[in-house]
């Protein structure tokens, strides 16, 4: 009884608290600054991402740390308007260095309430907003010096960002007291306090918390194939595989990831700004090697196989200087192919269609029955099986009679009458 009612207590403690705890973690986060990472091409569900981080978010302040080279696809005027209608006052990083805004993503850092910009980071080429589908006009508070050239942010910010912080705990401190103009009304930052030292050395540290927001699992997976050069590899990579699965003897593994390569690589052609005549040049590439692979041979249609995969891997986007595929990832894709087609898909090949050579030095000086007359062949049989025979003319074989194997030439044993 007495063990029932401590554990009961406990149970109570345990459940008053619990209330306090959430509340004093929600007054945290909405004291805090929340930081919303974009990395790499913005599609149409990294646009959902931040367009829903932004109007949810409980914070102090939101940062965008930037680091892309602009809006493949999708629309991203919902995105634009929840930044500049978000009462949070929301301030773009780019960077860290050598990060790069290019494209709808300098759009984006221009419509927050406070553009910053780590040193050494590129910003610019806002036009074209969107690289695939409707044209979407260059905001009119763009910088015109941002809309078709880029900028090389210095430590004085290149006369178009606010602040130059090199990290997200520079920006922190450096948003401290700043007053920001929102939709709500003006907003005043309170992010970091000066602390003095042991020594007597005062210093400036952050006093807020930070919390870093990024898409879900299945969207970052999905991302994977977000550049020209990943979608080259599982372009490549998934119809090898589908090669190689049509030698090899039933359905494994490999269909598994020659499947899950083709998805990925579907995905990236559905939102990149591909160039189709270098994707077709690319399958042209594989059924060329494909073709004197099936000959046994590397000949000329190796050769141009091999100057179509890289043609077509090295252009594989129509929208430079935004997306361009990087040349040494093309080219290592491409070593690992033809490795790949040379070593692994010769080697499964052999181990399924080779004719299997029994050996049959065994029957020498074995013993076997005639079957059938010699003139000067015959059939005789050994351990059942039945052989064709020769002997000399001159020996006297009967049906029924005992020879003995004196040499294979091919299927044909050579016998001679047993002495």
Partial sequence: MRRSLTLLLLLLAAFSAAPGAFADEVAQ???????????????????????????????????????????????????????????????????????RALGGAAVLATAAHVTTAAPGTDFGFADPVVLRGDTVPVPAGVPSRLVDDVVTIDASGAGVVDMTPASIGLLVVGLDSMAIETVSGTVTLDTADTVVGEDGVAAVTP??????????????????ASTPEA??????????????????????????????????????????????????????????????????????????????????????????????????AVALTLIGIVAFIVFGLTTVVRSRFSTITIGRDHLIGRLAVVESGFDPDGVVVVDGARWRASAHRAAAISPGDEVEVMEVRGIVLEVEPRS
């Fill in 29 to 99: 986060s909405a004291n805090g600054v929340l930081v919303i990472d974009i990395d790499g091409p913005i599609d149409q569900r990294v646009i959902e991402f931040v367009t829903e981080a932004i109007e949810s978010a409980s914070a102090q302040a939101i940062v965008l740390q930037i680091d892309s080279p602009g809006v493949s696809s999708g629309d991203p005027q919902p995105m634009f308007d929840a930044v500049t209608g978000s009462p949070i006052p929301v301030i773009a990083w780019i960077g860290p260095s050598p990060a």
């Fill in 207 to 224: 006093i807020v918390p930070v919390r870093f927001d990024q898409p879900g699992l299945f969207t970052r997976f999905l991302r994977l």
């Fill in 231 to 328: 979608v080259f590899l599982f372009l490549t990579l998934g119809l090898t595989l589908v090669a190689f699965e049509f030698y090899a003897a039933g359905v494994g593994i490999t269909a598994a990831v020659a499947i899950l390569c083709l998805f990925l690589a579907g995905y990236g052609l559905a939102t990149l700004p591909m160039r189709w005549s270098s994707v077709v040049l690319v399958v042209l590439g594989l059924l060329a090697y494909l073709v004197d692979f099936q000959r046994g041979r590397a000949a000329a249609l190796s050769l141009i196989g091999t100057g179509l995969l890289l043609y077509g891997g090295l252009t594989l986007t129509s929208a430079a200087p935004q997306y361009t595929p990087k040349w040494w």
